[in-house]
């Protein structure tokens, strides 16, 4: 750029402006790059949307939608929800089952008796010479597990804390506390069931100083819940559980209350038919929304005579005119484009052709999904299908419900039909999103490689450009810089010649 840049000052002419002028009639090409930049950016941001919808399809349903065993789906129910719950694994048996339930499993807790400080209340620093009525104290307590991994005796005497007591307690595998609004020591078992529960035994002196001698009187007596298992019966056999929860032939028994004396809980699996149905159905609306909105991406109106706005064009218009101008063009970006057409064309040809299943060929409709008529579809949605009986969709609600009847009667023939049309979309899709060499990544149903480098290509040409338009209006600043010397050199020279004449 010019170190000096002379405005006119001999001229009187407005050369700024001229310059100005001059610059922006080569700036358009700049301008028409920029805009051809960001178009590309847009539709890049375009692909990437719908790629993730693509792929989503793919890995969400189709994954595991090709195998038999997604569709495995079994449920149980029971006459008594509030005294068991059930999950039902994939191995579970279909039939109906009794259930009592004898008790459940609870943990081992020790209610300590109430202690009373010699001089106000406790807390777990003070010693036990704190406690009133302990005197000189030199004893032991034991707890010990019933299981057997853990025993540990603890010597107490006047210098020792709660807080000792507490840490030795829990060292032998059991929950303590001090409750110093109650002033009393809480203890009990980590797990629920008659092996996790733990026995306290010792000195008597030295229990009833800590309020854990369960011989005592009143409310200085310790009381003691005993851990036990939860025990049901099942079609009459005997279940043990330390906690409430039996694995039984592929379902998952969750104990929650005990039976009544002559009560039995009715347990009932069988095939999930709703679980099933609404697994192909919403399969079939997420196939629907990225389909509908591929063909409305595909037929989008045009929007020739449209390009992005500079930041001068968008300084002469409102911010709602910004939106709706930008908008024309992102909503025709991916209209004709090519591979929207490829990837659009596959999923419509999978979705339309038979599959032989034990000798006959058999399509969507054969199960009940149909496309609408041409005239029935809504512009852009003619290729969408519909499941007829779904109380969910207005236009084929009143039709008889033949998919969810074919599950139920025969679910061998819904499920061959399925994993195979599930294959060969997954398939087809695996094939569509190849990686190609400069152009796209594995993965990917678009040409992700080829947009990022013509959008370096294009930073580069821009890059460029800017420099040949700075240097081409430095040229004419020196031009008329030139000009303004020369005329300065000429007034400086006739004034010099009308001082000689004595002008």
């Known amino acids: 750029m010019a170190g000096m840049r002379l405005t006119g000052m001999m001229s009187g002419m407005d050369t700024e402006s001229i310059i100005q002028q001059l610059v922006e009639a080569k700036k358009t090409k700049v301008d028409k790059t920029?805009?051809?930049?960001?178009?590309?950016?847009?539709?890049?941001?375009?692909?990437?949307?719908?790629?993730?919808?693509?792929?989503?399809?793919?890995?969400?349903?189709?994954?595991?939608?090709?195998?038999?065993?997604?569709?495995?789906?079994?449920?149980?129910?029971?006459?008594?929800?509030?005294?068991?719950?059930?999950?039902?694994?994939?191995?579970?048996?279909?039939?109906?089952?009794?259930?009592?339930?004898?008790?459940?499993?609870?943990?081992?807790i020790m209610t300590g008796g109430k202690l009373e400080g010699a001089e106000g209340e406790l807390t777990a620093l003070s010693k036990?010479?704190?406690?009133?009525?302990?005197?000189?104290?030199?004893?032991?307590?034991?707890?010990?597990?019933?299981?057997?991994?853990?025993?540990?005796?603890?010597?107490?005497?006047?210098?020792?804390?709660?807080?000792?007591?507490l840490t030795q307690l829990k060292s032998a595998g059991v929950n303590a506390s001090f409750d110093a609004k109650q002033q009393r020591l809480y203890i009990s078992s980590k797990e629920m069931g008659e092996a996790n529960d733990f026995t306290i035994t010792g000195d008597d002196a030295a229990l009833s100083a800590l309020g854990l001698n369960m011989s005592d009187s009143g409310d200085k007596k310790a009381t003691k819940v005993e851990g036990q298992d939860a025990v049901i019966y099942l079609n009459d056999a005997r279940y043990t559980s330390?906690?409430?929860?039996?694995?039984?032939?592929?379902?998952?028994?969750?104990?929650?209350?005990?039976?009544?004396?002559?009560?039995?809980?009715?347990?009932?699996?069988?095939?999930?038919?709703?679980?099933?149905?609404?697994?192909?159905?919403?399969?079939?609306?997420?196939?629907?929304?990225?389909?509908?909105?591929?063909d409305k991406l595909y037929n989008a109106d045009s929007a020739k005579g449209y390009e992005p706005l500079t930041n001068d064009e968008k300084e002469a218009m409102s911010e709602s005119d910004i939106k709706e101008w930008e908008t024309k063009i992102?909503?025709?970006?991916?209209?004709?484009?090519?591979?929207?057409?490829?990837?659009?064309?596959?999923?419509?040809?999978?979705?339309?052709?038979?599959?032989?299943?034990?000798?006959?060929?058999?399509?969507?409709?054969?199960?009940?999904?149909?496309?609408?008529?041409?005239?029935?579809?809504?512009?852009?949605?003619?290729?969408?299908y519909h499941i007829d009986g779904d109380p969910d969709d207005a236009s084929t609600s009143g039709n008889a419900d033949k998919l969810k009847s074919m599950i139920a009667s025969d679910p061998d023939t819904v499920i061959s039909f399925f994993t195979q049309l599930s294959k060969n979309l997954y398939d087809k899709m695996s094939d569509l999103s190849q990686s190609v060499d400069g152009y796209r990544t594995y993965g990917n149903f678009y040409d992700d490689k080829k947009m990022k480098s013509d959008y370096d290509d294009y930073t580069s040409k821009i890059s460029d450009l800017e420099k040949k338009l700075a240097d081409y209006e430095d040229k004419w600043y020196k031009k008329f810089a030139?000009?303004?010397?020369?005329?300065?050199?000429?007034?400086?020279?006739?004034?010099?010649?009308t001082g000689l004449l004595g002008g």
């Open 34 to 108: 920029k805009k051809s930049q960001t178009k590309l950016n847009w539709k890049q941001d375009a692909w990437k949307e719908l790629n993730t919808k693509l792929q989503n399809l793919q890995k969400k349903y189709l994954s595991n939608m090709r195998f038999a065993t997604d569709y495995a789906k079994k449920t149980t129910k029971v006459s008594n929800s509030n005294k068991v719950s059930v999950i039902t694994g994939e191995s579970a048996v279909n039939g109906v089952q009794s259930l009592k339930i004898e008790s459940l499993a609870k943990s081992g």
């Open 128 to 165: 036990i010479s704190d406690i009133k009525g302990v005197g000189d104290i030199n004893g032991t307590i034991n707890i010990a597990t019933k299981d057997g991994k853990s025993s540990v005796d603890i010597e107490i005497n006047g210098e020792t804390t709660i807080s000792d007591v």
């Open 482 to 497: 030139a000009m303004e010397t020369a005329l300065a050199k000429m007034q400086s020279n006739m004034s010099a010649v």
């Open 330 to 384: 992102k909503d025709s970006l991916l209209r004709r484009d090519e591979n929207i057409s490829t990837v659009s064309s596959a999923l419509k040809s999978v979705m339309s052709a038979g599959i032989e299943i034990n000798g006959k060929t058999m399509y969507l409709s054969s199960f009940g999904i149909n496309t609408l008529s041409y005239f029935e579809a809504a512009d852009n949605e003619r290729n969408a």
């Open 242 to 294: 330390t906690n409430n929860t039996f694995e039984i032939n592929g379902l998952t028994f969750t104990a929650l209350g005990t039976t009544d004396k002559d009560e039995e809980i009715t347990v009932t699996t069988q095939n999930d038919t709703d679980g099933v149905y609404d697994m192909l159905k919403n399969f079939l609306k997420e196939y629907n929304s990225i389909i509908n909105e591929m």
